[in-house]
């Protein structure tokens, strides 16, 4: 979800120097905003090429690059990335380096403590001489084609119209070299969001202080297998055994250091450091997707469809750009055809399909970290009955604007100690420490991450772009560490299949039987360290499965934890409705693909409205309630009897969890996510558990009945407040709203003259959380708005690559007021897809603008 409130102070430093800027530099000026567009036809000449690249663009502005060479072919994809986008990618390499306050000021202090505790950038530049040779020419190719571009300008306000705000702030701000770093250390951005279980685990610890296990426990139920199918069936993937995923007992040795102050704070502090990191692809369960891949036997072309649609935090410019690359001779030389969707400031494609096969990716959100709660003193910290030293490190922040920061780093065996970092928030109030300085804690949480050792993610994304068949796919796949993602593939030739790849530790459990990572490790014990990683044989994978479909949409892959991935899936419900619509038609066409990801039935509504709909309640509020007796369970934006239950549905809900779970902190209050919906429906079946109980009525214990009856209540009149009197009226859209906003310039602080610049808002939405056209919602915060959704989609046809079809959630350009920054929104919103040329016939054909990149000459 946006990080909002990082906006808000980085904003609010900037807020003044920007309204005078308006007022001094004319910026409203039509010809001052186009400066910095990218120039899309006639000829260009760039430093270091070896022979010409034509860039060809469509109607929305997305580039075909073609060349004779990869070194070429990558040079250019680095310039064009530049061209359109380069702010973005700025502002990602200061904040994967941990230098974001250098651009923005001291509200970036905290967050680059927080990175520079982790060192994100440190692992990417021991990770850079790792990789592959040709990996690295590709990288440095890159880094070269952006720096061409960048020596093309005479100042920042050149690249883009941000710099000439922020200039104001920080006049002395210069624009440095591109390096195949910069590019590495996205791939550490995109690992940390995309991990798993790390909230959860803290949260479990935090409330085991005052909460009985037992109850904790029902927070966390076990993965509906029965009802909510895994990825893969048994006679897919046949491990050596079942085990359910059940809550597991606190460890011994951690119920007393839990039951301390210290340990609490220990545990709050980490809590907020972990907040402290500025969300770039998204948090928590909004982070999914959808992707599915049906055999040639069951389409309407004879050939495999393949669809995906990643959720992720929505913000403009989208986090993908849209490319197709392309050798003009393909060869063993120079081995590239491949289109579809990558990260600004990375080359190569990330999720598309090249000229034989296609592929795309859910999150597998498997448990690659742990938290380990560590004994210190002063210098030392305790392993295995004996003090060890800290490893220790300074780091210097510079800060635009404002004096450098001193931080101080220590790290145990197991990672960095993150309690050190952000001053936790007690219970009983502030504590106030000197950053950078030692806390007095006699307790501190360390973080082991899978991603805080060199990876080879990045010879992973050359390796799918070139890969032809499924044995080359799974190679690649082996070489993709982190994130781990579920993998669907799909050839020309008809085949399709699954892997699981990643870097998952093997971890004792915390009792026999139970699986492991649920709660935070003693540190102090060496038994409780990771025993080395899965190997890749042994994760699951499947080629040709005898149901003719599979579906990844972040629910379990396997009914059996061997090899252990995690305890903290998504529980399935969006899964299971994409592969109900499967089971129901004998032949899918690429339009039912697309339709499919726009289906908006919400799959838990039955089991709540069934109970809602016996509550006795006053008429007024009947009104409303008689809303639920025809409601299909859809979610749609429009002005039907659909979305005005749908309205109503979704205020019940968010009143229900927040009188349900009233004693939970508010950093772990429900988001109405899957979790919650399996935990509610539990608690419907035991109408007297303790969680029904509002603690805020001494004296009074209060069953389901009061509080389903308080929510329905209270929704009919917080609707009538915001919608009006009448619930026929009631529009889900227009509670369900996104608002895309610019990540430095987009906050309310910001001079509405200049937000209406940079985002675009009031977008209404279908769907919701945990449905198939997940544009989530959190049920935790004021309203409903839209915090995470289909960050893009896309459904590629075997049969015929040229009838592909795609779609970004804003636009190819990141500047303000081109034509390309938010050209595809509407079609995005209203689940429309663009035709996808991918062949050089095709590509040629739809091409609007031609740019040729020619070597400089030389006298």
């Known amino acids: 979800m946006p990080r909002i409130k990082l906006v808000r102070r980085i904003t609010l430093s900037v807020i003044v120097l920007v309204v005078l800027a308006l007022v001094a530099a004319g910026i409203l000026a039509i010809s001052t905003v186009r400066h910095s567009f990218a120039q899309t036809d006639g000829e260009l000449h760039v430093e270091g090429l070896t022979g010409t690249v034509t860039v060809t663009r469509d109607a929305r502005g997305v580039p075909t690059i073609t060349a004779d060479t990869p070194a070429d072919l990558f040079r250019a994809q680095g310039y064009v990335s530049a061209q359109d986008r380069f702010f973005e990618m700025d502002l990602r390499r200061h904040t994967t380096a941990g230098r974001l306050a250098e651009l923005v000021g001291e509200?970036?202090?905290?967050?680059?403590?927080?990175?520079?505790?982790?060192?994100?950038?440190?692992?990417?530049?021991?990770?850079?001489?790792?990789?592959?040779?040709?990996?690295?020419?590709?990288?440095?190719?890159?880094?070269?084609?952006?720096?061409?571009?960048?020596?093309?300008?005479?100042?920042?306000?050149?690249?883009?119209?941000?710099?000439?705000?922020?200039?104001?702030?920080?006049?002395?701000?210069?624009?440095?070299?591109?390096?195949?770093?910069?590019?590495?250390?996205?791939?550490?951005?995109?690992?940390?969001?995309?991990?798993?279980?790390?909230?959860?685990?803290?949260?479990?610890?935090?409330?085991?202080?005052?909460?009985?296990?037992?109850?904790?426990?029902?927070?966390?139920?076990?993965?509906?297998?029965?009802?909510?199918?895994?990825?893969?069936?048994?006679?897919?993937?046949?491990?050596?055994?079942?085990?359910?995923?059940?809550?597991?007992?606190?460890?011994k040795a951690l119920v007393a250091p839990l039951g301390t102050p210290d340990g609490q704070a220990a545990l709050e502090s980490a809590a907020a450091a972990l907040d402290a990191v500025p969300t770039m692809l998204g948090r928590g369960e909004d982070v999914g997707s959808n992707s599915w891949v049906v055999g040639g036997p069951r389409t309407?072309?004879?050939?495999?469809?393949?669809?995906?649609?990643?959720?992720?935090?929505?913000?403009?410019?989208?986090?993908?750009?849209?490319?197709?690359?392309?050798?003009?001779?393909?060869?063993?030389?120079?081995?590239?055809?491949?289109?579809?969707?990558?990260?600004?400031?990375?080359?190569?494609?990330?999720?598309?399909?090249?000229?034989?096969?296609?592929?795309?990716?859910?999150n597998l959100d498997p448990d690659v970290t742990d938290f380990y709660l560590e004994q210190v003193e002063g210098d030392t910290y305790l392993r295995d009955g004996a003090a060890k030293p800290l490893a220790t490190r300074t780091e210097t922040i510079k800060v635009a604007g404002g004096a450098d920061v001193t931080i101080a780093v220590r790290s145990t065996v197991h990672g960095p100690i993150l309690s050190d970092v952000v001053p936790a928030v007690a219970e009983a109030g502030d504590r106030v420490v000197v950053r950078g300085a030692p806390q007095s804690n006699h307790y501190a949480v360390s973080l082991a991450w899978t991603a805080l050792a060199p990876t080879t993610t990045a010879d992973a994304i050359f390796a799918l772009d070139t890969a032809s068949n499924w044995d080359q796919f799974r190679a690649a796949a082996a070489l993709f560490a982190v994130p781990s993602q579920n993998l669907v593939y799909a050839d020309v030739d008809g085949h399709f299949g699954y892997q699981a790849p990643g870097r998952i530790p093997i971890r004792r459990s915390s009792t026999p039987g139970a699986p492991p990572g649920f709660w935070p490790s003693p540190g102090w014990d060496s038994q409780w360290d990771w025993r080395g990683?899965?190997?890749?044989?042994?994760?699951?994978?499947?080629?040709?499965?005898?149901?003719?479909?599979?579906?990844?949409?972040?629910?379990?892959?396997?009914?059996?934890?061997?090899?252990?991935?995690?305890?903290?899936?998504?529980?399935?419900?969006?899964?299971?409705?994409?592969?109900?619509?499967?089971?129901?038609?004998?032949?899918?066409?690429?339009?039912?693909?697309?339709?499919?990801?726009?289906?908006?039935?919400?799959?838990?509504?039955?089991?709540?409205?069934?109970?809602?709909?016996?509550?006795?309640?006053?008429?007024?509020?009947?009104?409303?309630?008689?809303?639920?007796?025809?409601?299909?369970?859809?979610?749609?934006?429009?002005?039907?009897?659909?979305?005005?239950?749908?309205?109503?549905?979704?205020?019940?809900?968010?009143?229900?969890?927040?009188?349900?779970?009233?004693?939970?902190?508010?950093?772990?209050?429900?988001?109405?996510?899957?979790?919650?919906?399996?935990?509610?429906?539990?608690l419907l079946k035991d109408r007297s558990n303790d969680w029904w109980d509002d603690k805020t009525t001494p004296g009074v214990v209060e069953t389901s009945g009061e509080i389903l009856k308080r929510a329905l209540v209270d929704a009919r009149l917080d609707l009538a407040r915001k919608l009006g009197k009448e619930p026929v009226t009631w529009r889900w859209g227009r509670l369900h709203q996104l608002d895309l906003r610019h990540e430095v310039l987009g906050g309310d602080t910001v001079p509405r003259v200049v937000r209406a610049i940079f985002n675009r808002g009031g977008i209404e939405l279908g769907g919701g959380s945990s449905i198939v056209d997940a544009n989530a919602w959190d049920a935790s915060a004021k309203g409903y708005d839209v915090t995470a959704g289909p960050s893009m989609r896309m459904v590629v046809d075997l049969s015929n690559l040229d009838g592909s079809r795609w779609v970004n959630s804003t636009g190819q350009s990141g500047h303000a007021m081109s034509d390309h920054y938010a050209d595809q929104i509407d079609a995005w919103a209203a689940n429309e897809t663009y035709p996808w040329p991918f062949s050089p016939a095709a590509t040629q054909q739809a091409a609007q603008d031609t740019l040729t990149l020619s070597p400089v000459s030389r006298p």
């Not at 410019?317 to 063993?332: D, G």
């Open 533 to 682: 990683y899965v190997p890749f044989a042994d994760l699951p994978h499947v080629l040709d499965p005898s149901e003719g479909f599979i579906v990844t949409a972040n629910q379990a892959v396997t009914a059996s934890s061997t090899p252990f991935l995690t305890t903290e899936w998504d529980y399935g419900f969006r899964s299971q409705r994409i592969r109900n619509l499967l089971e129901a038609t004998p032949k899918i066409s690429p339009e039912l693909m697309s339709q499919i990801q726009g289906d908006t039935r919400n799959m838990f509504a039955p089991v709540l409205v069934e109970h809602l709909l016996g509550v006795q309640v006053d008429d007024f509020t009947a009104q409303a309630q008689r809303l639920l007796t025809q409601w299909d369970y859809s979610q749609p934006a429009d002005k039907s009897r659909n979305s005005a239950a749908a309205a109503y549905y979704n205020a019940v809900w968010k009143h229900l969890l927040e009188y349900t779970f009233d004693e939970l902190p508010p950093d772990i209050a429900p988001d109405g996510g899957s979790r919650w919906m399996v935990v509610m429906e539990q």
């Open 107 to 251: 509200p970036g202090v905290e967050a680059d403590t927080v990175i520079r505790t982790m060192g994100w950038r440190r692992v990417a530049e021991q990770e850079l001489p790792k990789l592959r040779p040709e990996t690295r020419q590709y990288l440095q190719a890159y880094a070269d084609g952006v720096n061409a571009y960048l020596r093309q300008a005479d100042s920042p306000s050149d690249l883009s119209l941000e710099y000439t705000l922020l200039g104001r702030s920080n006049p002395g701000y210069r624009v440095e070299d591109w390096t195949p770093v910069d590019s590495l250390a996205w791939l550490k951005a995109m690992a940390w969001d995309l991990r798993g279980d790390y909230e959860n685990e803290l949260a479990r610890a935090r409330l085991s202080r005052r909460t009985p296990v037992k109850q904790i426990a029902l927070l966390y139920p076990p993965y509906p297998m029965d009802r909510n199918l895994p990825i893969l069936s048994p006679e897919d993937w046949q491990p050596e055994q079942r085990r359910d995923q059940a809550a597991t007992p606190l460890p």
């Open 300 to 362: 309407t072309t004879g050939k495999p469809l393949l669809a995906n649609d990643p959720h992720l935090s929505l913000s403009i410019p989208s986090v993908w750009s849209q490319v197709t690359l392309q050798c003009r001779q393909v060869t063993q030389q120079c081995p590239f055809q491949v289109s579809g969707f990558t990260f600004s400031g990375l080359p190569g494609v990330i999720i598309g399909h090249n000229a034989r096969i296609a592929w795309g990716m859910t």
